[in-house]
């Protein structure tokens, strides 16, 4: 939760809900910076993704615009001992095919999160795999027993979409992994969520189509458990360049947009008709360094050594990156320089972090120290199409790194095929975004010791691993006693900024630009949905 925000339940009934005193819209054209790859919602955590599935399936726990948790399908939790949670369920809801919501579902989204081979990096099952447990106690109460102490459980399952167990067929649902959890037959595929036959959940809206590369078109489910949005109809479309998502915003193809250009800011200040809001997220961009293989596949150094396993190299990498010029020029000052993986405010972040500085000099002497006076050959691999102005980020890295000697080249790639190449560990550099609402989320999944078994370093793909780091984080993460956590949390982030495993850049900030006549509330998630959007009456 940040700390300079406080919000309720009021929060999420607004956004879910529509103006007071508004009557029901017809359309709503969203015109989107990166498109979603799947329907699924345990396909892969990204931030498109997560924010289309959330408008058709819903979580137990659920985020406000500021990420403090709220009530969704399940209307209240405690802990009953450190190891066991007690959920009481939203009664009277319904999916979208009218088939009643209960605790079965919930079990069975479980299994299937340990159970979908087509999974991306396996994000999801990290959160299962931490579960010993878990019983309906009847429809509507749910009870989860952890391995160990677990604090930050309602967190994690705010990732946690709820299924319908109805798209198997299935004898009785228990949490039993070893047998299928009771499921006959295949676990359902991905294709099948993308062509609406299993995309069936109790959001405030149902899938009409999803053509990728074209459009997604969405219906309000009429069957919705909250307050109906004010759109019928949304249809989101992918325009990847900011350019051409401007111009159809400003000529009326769109009503909304996500991620106009920052320079585009006063255009769009001085156009009447139309507004924009701008947001600060919690999304760090970062490189994330392979310190395993030696050799390794995007490096190449005299001696035929991975240079990347020297910390003098990680560091003089870092010094040789001017942040605060980034920041300026290619983003348009609507960032924030980085100094540690999370944005100041957040529970968990290092109160004084010692600046990550500008010192190509120093990066010079450090690279000479290690044995690599005449710099080596790096490959820097990110996406051009998935953060803001990936691309032009990737370059001025590589021309950072050229001048402190290092031969760096640009391997940039639409993130339909980035992703699924560096769950493959295909790269060497490469180039990573990550928003994090609790402290812990980012060492969990990118720093620590790869170990999957425990749902630990799933996405850490340079295999980094550091014992000390990992004792204070393993440590943190079964601590229920809030401050003490902090310290632990504190000690794992500062390892890891002397070690820099990887290096951040920046937090990102978000802007949504909109005809007048609309409101919306952004997030720092950058997700956008459609429930807040708002007419102004």
Known sequence: MLKFCARGVMA????????????????LKIGLASEPTAVDPHYHQVTPNGSLTSHIFDTLVGLDAKLNLIPLLATSWKNVDDTTWEFTLRPDVKFSNGEAFTSQDVIFTFCRM????????????????????????????????????????????TRASILWSGIVD???????????????????????????????GTGPYTLKSYVK????????????????????????????????????????DFDVIESPAARDVPRIKNTPGFEYVVTPS??????????ERNPSPGVKAADGSNPLQDVRVRRAISMAIDRKTI???IMDGLATPANQFLIDGLYGTLPNPPELKYDPQEAKRLLAEAGYPDGFELKVSSTNDRYINDGQITQAVAQYLSRVGIKASVDAMTRAIYFPKRAKREFSFAMGGWSSEVA????????????????????????????????FFREAAVTMDPAKREALLHKTLTIALADLPSIPLHFE?????????????????????????????
Request: hydrophobic fraction near 40%; charge should be neutral; proline fraction near 6%.
């Open 170 to 200: 299935h004898g009785p649902i228990t949490f039993d992994l070893e047998n299928k959890c009771g499921v006959k037959g295949e676990w359902p595929k991905v294709e099948a969520f993308n062509n609406g036959k299993n995309a069936i």
């Open 282 to 291: 919690v999304r760090v961009v970062f490189f994330q360094f392979d310190v």
């Open 327 to 329: 920041v300026e020029r």
């Open 440 to 471: 812990s989320s980012f060492p969990q999944y990118w720093i620590t010791s790869y170990a999957p078994e425990l749902g630990l370093g799933t996405s850490n793909y340079g295999r980094y691993s550091n014992p000390e780091l990992d004792k």
């Open 114 to 157: 340990v159970n979908n081979e087509q999974s991306i990096a396996g994000s999801f099952e990290s959160i299962v795999k931490k579960l010993a447990d878990v019983q309906a106690v009847d429809a509507h109460t749910l009870r989860i027993t952890t391995r160990a102490p677990y604090p930050l459980l309602p967190n994690d399952l």
């Open 509 to 537: 900030s978000s802007i949504w630009a909109f005809r007048k006549g609309l409101t919306y509330e952004g997030r720092a998630d950058q997700y956008t949905l459609a429930p807040s959007v708002h007419s102004v009456k």
């Open 213 to 252: 590369g074209a459009h997604i078109a969405l219906t309000r489910n009429e069957n919705y458990w909250g307050e109906k949005p004010e759109w019928r109809d949304v249809i989101f479309t992918p325009v990847p360049n900011a350019g051409p998502r401007l111009t159809g915003l400003l000529a009326g």
């Open 12 to 27: 999420w009934v607004a956004m879910a809900g529509f103006a007071v005193g508004s009557a029901y819209g017809q359309s």
